[in-house]
């Protein structure tokens, strides 16, 4: 019996070093095929499973599909464009690791990813001393921030800054001054807390609570006891789907009529299921990709929004999600940068050519808005790049 | 604070207190029983808030089946989970079952991520969800289920373990597993009762709370975290006790928000529950000496 799980073992093993082999053979041979020109090559890191994994699925989706349209149409300027995916598992040190084998094992040219705000931040100091491109899908503003120490990074998502500023300018414009914020402790809900406190001031906004939750509560009924109590207009609530479908019934539970603002995080149709009817009259800002239906003709990007929903939801038979617009911009950028770098260059070279490329991108029109990059802003996006949407009868509708 | 308001806090309290109790309670029957602390206590719950939805939900099953039928699943893997895992590991150590519990934890959570995905979920609600008036105070129906189901759940399981030939049983082997065993009562079968009973009170949790706090594949975590917390309080022996460190621990949270006091802001309110525990264990501690030089 031993004998045989001995065999068992070596035989396993030896399967998969052929397996190994042929596959770095495959990869090795690109250019033996009968392109004449060698694969472009550009890393994926995306949280696939665990905690970003809502967000990493739809980005290696509609990473997969724009590969596929890009090679059927020629590729770039003739080379094929070779994506190499790796799943981060939600993890900053498991990133880390991967970033390291994109770098020196699979040579690529650039990375974009990866999913999570953690992430992104624990891989700047690689991708940076390494001289390699990296352009996030990342919330956070400090991935590209201060923007003298991140000579080799970019981002596309828009920043909790941008975010808080189209919700209270909102309120502004309806005349209110006095405001309740309620955020979860998580980095996501913690950042939304403190932008939301700096700028409020900025449009004549107080604060006059300021409660928070832990992810994991399941009522926050105590909170927002605390905030009726007060003499709050409205209730800024920023964390993702789940808790804030929670915030949104309870209010509806205590009778509380002042409207509810809620961040981007709620921008899925899981918030809608979650919440059920205490959802009508949330307001939010996102970017236009879901309600591209009611997006005028005449904006920049309304073609870019309905090609890739189309594209998306006929491939994969879900509804798009915002995320997958990350990486859609994100890869976008780097093709760009790839058609317009010259021939004939070596990895260092060309790394730094698909930088500078990316960093002279201008009216961009992207999924998450228009795009002008420049040496001091590594995210360009664009006023305008958001929409007030309002929940109706379980329905988006753009407030205007 | 206005009587309203007060009135508000305490509804909330006891509604999340009800929740903490009932799993608080799955704890304190399989410690007393087999003095493992089950660590997949929470996962009983996530399972009878998923199974509910997918069977009332996604099925079109008409509740009061949906929610049997839910409660019954549970109970059988807490069956399985006893069968399959603990009782094959019979000459363990306590802290190596409590290991196993873990990772029974671990692998049902990530079943239920494989199976129903990573999104939260809200089953059908039992009666409506338009807030009930009461003392200025407003309170869902689902949360008077809540509540209306803890009590019964607790009178139940007391009624049981007190007027029953089994439920006396269980209480002698939590008592002095030996000396049970030497009148007859086999402890195996008493613990398999006892894990089955744990997650049948921790399916019925779930079902009755799922459509008023959602539920999502990973949400046992933190309620076993605040259940352990209750039957800590409760010092793990008696199911009553369990019942009373969970309102205790949902009233003081809420509490703690109200508080609001200088730098107290809602974030401390899992401090002030923690602080609220240790005090407790501070002082059950010298008692729970007491007893042990007693018996």
């Known amino acids: 019996m031993r004998n045989y799980l001995k065999y068992a073992v070596v035989l396993i093993l030896a399967v998969a070093l052929l397996a190994l082999g042929g596959i770095s053979c495959s990869s090795g041979g690109g250019g033996a095929t009968p392109t004449p020109k060698a694969a472009y090559k550009v890393g994926a890191l995306f949280a696939t499973t665990g905690g970003g994994s809502n967000l990493g699925k739809?980005?290696?989706?509609?990473?997969?599909?724009?590969?596929?349209?890009?090679?059927?149409?020629?590729?770039?300027?003739?080379?094929?464009?070779?994506?190499?995916?790796?799943?981060?598992?939600?993890?900053?040190?498991k990133c880390a690791t991967l970033t390291t084998r994109l770098i020196e094992q699979d040579n690529v040219l650039a990375i974009i990813g990866p999913t999570t705000s953690g992430e992104s931040l624990a891989i700047?100091?690689?991708?940076?001393?390494?001289?390699?491109?990296?352009?996030?899908?990342?919330?956070?503003?400090?991935?590209?921030?201060?923007?003298?120490?991140?000579?080799?990074?970019?981002?596309?998502?828009?920043?909790?800054?941008?975010?808080?500023?189209?919700?209270?300018?909102?309120?502004?414009?309806?005349?209110?001054?006095?405001?309740?914020?309620?955020?979860?402790?998580?980095?996501?809900?913690?950042?939304?807390?403190?932008?939301?406190?700096s700028d409020a001031g900025n449009y004549g906004i107080t604060i006059v609570d300021d409660q928070t939750f832990s992810t994991g509560d399941t009522s926050m009924q105590s909170q927002l006891t605390h905030i009726k109590g007060t003499d709050a207009q409205a209730v800024i609530c920023w964390d993702t789907d789940q808790q804030a479908a929670i915030v949104a019934q309870d209010m509806k539970t205590l009778q509380m009529t002042i409207p509810l603002f809620c961040s981007h995080g709620i921008a899925n149709q899981a918030f809608i299921d979650e919440a059920g009817a205490a959802a009508n009259g949330v307001v939010f800002p996102a970017g236009k990709l879901l309600i591209v239906d009611v997006v005028p003709a005449s904006d920049p990007q309304k073609e870019v929004l309905v090609q890739y929903k189309a594209d998306y939801e006929a491939k994969y038979g879900k509804v798009v999600s915002t995320f997958g617009g990350h990486a859609y911009d994100a890869l976008s950028m780097v093709v760009m940068a790839l058609k317009d770098m010259p021939e004939g260059l070596d990895t260092a070279a060309?790394?730094?050519?698909?930088?500078?490329?990316?960093?002279?991108?201008?009216?961009?029109?992207?999924?998450?808005g228009v795009f002008t990059m420049s040496p001091t802003d590594h995210l360009g996006m664009q006023p305008g790049s958001l929409a007030m949407i309002e929940i109706v009868d379980g329905k988006w509708t753009w407030l205007q | 604070m206005s009587t309203a308001q007060f009135v508000q806090y305490l509804v909330s309290g006891v509604t999340q207190g009800s929740i903490y109790a009932l799993i608080g309670l799955g704890f304190t029957m399989i410690y007393a029983v087999t003095r493992i602390i089950n660590f997949a206590q929470g996962e009983f719950v996530m399972l009878g808030g998923m199974l509910s939805f997918t069977l009332a939900h996604s099925l079109g099953l008409p509740l009061a089946p949906a929610l049997i039928i839910s409660?019954?699943?549970?109970?059988?893997?807490?069956?399985?989970?006893?069968?399959?895992?603990?009782?094959?590991?019979?000459?363990?150590?306590?802290?190596?079952?409590?290991?196993?519990?873990?990772?029974?934890?671990?692998?049902?959570?990530?079943?239920?991520?494989?199976?129903?995905?990573?999104?939260?979920?809200?089953?059908?609600?039992?009666?409506?969800?338009?807030?009930?008036?009461?003392?200025?105070?407003?309170?869902?129906?689902?949360?008077?289920?809540?509540?209306?189901?803890?009590?019964?759940?607790?009178?139940?399981?007391?009624?049981?373990?007190?007027?029953?030939?089994?439920?006396?049983?269980?209480?002698?082997?939590?008592?002095?597993?030996v000396a049970s065993s030497l009148v007859g009562i086999n402890p195996r079968t008493m613990a398999l009762i006892a894990f089955v009973l744990a997650a049948a009170v921790g399916g019925i949790g779930g079902v009755v709370m799922a459509p008023l706090t959602l539920t999502a594949y990973n949400v046992g975590i933190m309620l076993g975290l605040k259940g352990f917390v209750a039957a800590a309080i409760g010092g793990f022996k008696s199911p009553l006790a369990a019942v009373f460190g969970g309102l205790l621990l949902g009233i003081v949270e809420s509490f703690a928000v109200a508080a609001n006091w200088g730098p107290f802001t809602s974030a401390y309110k899992d401090a002030i529950a923690l602080i609220v525990l240790m005090l407790i264990l501070l002082v059950r501690s010298g008692k729970l000496a007491e007893e042990e030089r007693a018996g």
């Not at chain 1, 700047?124 to 390699?132: E, F």
């Not at chain 1, 998502?157 to 405001?179: F, H, S």
Request: aromatic share 6%.
């Open chain 1, 58 to 93: 739809p980005e290696e989706e509609t990473v997969n599909m724009m590969v596929e349209q890009i090679n059927a149409a020629g590729g770039i300027n003739g080379h094929p464009l070779e994506v190499i995916f790796y799943n981060t598992e939600s993890s900053a040190e």
């Open chain 1, 124 to 197: 700047i100091d690689t991708v940076t001393t390494a001289k390699v491109p990296l352009v996030s899908a990342a919330a956070n503003i400090g991935i590209v921030t201060p923007v003298s120490e991140r000579y080799w990074v970019f981002k596309t998502p828009q920043a909790d800054k941008e975010v808080a500023a189209e919700i209270l300018r909102n309120m502004q414009q309806q005349d209110m001054t006095k405001v309740a914020i309620i955020t979860n402790t998580s980095s996501f809900g913690a950042g939304g807390r403190s932008v939301l406190k």
């Open chain 1, 350 to 368: 060309a790394r730094q050519a698909v930088r500078d490329g990316i960093e002279q991108i201008k009216d961009f029109a992207g999924i998450s």
């Open chain 2, 71 to 177: 409660i019954l699943v549970a109970s059988l893997v807490g069956a399985g989970m006893y069968v399959l895992a603990i009782r094959p590991a019979k000459n363990a150590s306590v802290v190596s079952l409590i290991i196993i519990t873990i990772g029974a934890a671990i692998f049902i959570r990530g079943l239920a991520g494989v199976l129903w995905g990573v999104d939260a979920v809200r089953p059908p609600v039992f009666t409506g969800s338009n807030s009930i008036s009461f003392l200025g105070a407003y309170i869902h129906p689902q949360a008077l289920w809540i509540i209306g189901t803890t009590v019964v759940v607790t009178i139940i399981v007391h009624l049981f373990l007190s007027y029953t030939m089994v439920g006396k049983a269980l209480k002698a082997c939590a008592i002095n597993p």
